[in-house]
């Protein structure tokens, strides 16, 4: 089961767009009033769905718990990743005034860590030296280290390499004085 089936049966009216391979994200705004998609990097409405304000927040609720969380009034923004690096973010009431939110940006392609390396997104020697430290630690130390971005397109690729995928360490979580270390 992809990462993907696990949170399909609570967005069928939008399921052809996050299973497109040409959309890299979908966002659900206003309560389901307004839906965009990401493609080829640019922005998009898509004027013609429209979801009903009761069954998105059952979605994301249900979503939350899929990824062994909670959303609620409470509790009300959701920062999830699935098991192949997607992230999932959702806000309900009180912080989402104009009603639920949700934002699913998928992965569409994986990188391996020779891709990371031809395109100039990481040196042969610091990939040697972070996989020369062990792959968690290394993983943590590259996500205190890059961008954003850099941190998306490298997920997926050392994702393909750890042991484990409950063994995910992200920047929040660095050990103090980790990035101190040299190689």
């Known amino acids: 089961m992809s990462s993907l089936d696990r949170i399909l049966p609570f967005l069928r009216p939008i399921e052809d767009l996050l299973t ?15 839906v965009f998609v990401e493609r080829d990097g640019v922005v998009e409405p898509v004027a013609t769905r429209v979801l009903e304000t009761r069954n998105l927040t059952v979605a994301i ?19 999830a990743r699935l098991e192949d690096g997607s992230r999932v973010a959702a806000m309900v009431p009180p912080c989402a005034v104009a009603g639920p939110i949700l934002t ?21 020697e610091l990939l040697s030296c972070f996989l020369g430290i062990g792959l968690n630690r290394s993983r943590a130390a590259l996500n205190a280290l890059v961008d954003v971005s850099f941190a998306k397109r490298s997920a997926g690729a050392y994702a393909l390499h750890r042991p484990s995928p409950r063994s995910t360490t992200s920047s929040s979580r660095v050990a103090p004085g980790l990035g101190k270390r040299r190689c």
């Open 61 to 79: 609720k249900n979503i939350a718990r899929a990824c062994g969380d909670e959303i609620s009034d409470v509790q009300p923004l959701l920062d």
């Open 20 to 34: 497109d391979p040409q959309i890299t994200e979908v966002m659900v705004n206003d309560g389901g009033r307004h």
């Open 104 to 124: 699913i940006r998928k992965f569409t392609r994986r990188y391996s860590l020779k891709d990371l390396v031809a395109v100039g997104t990481v040196t042969p």
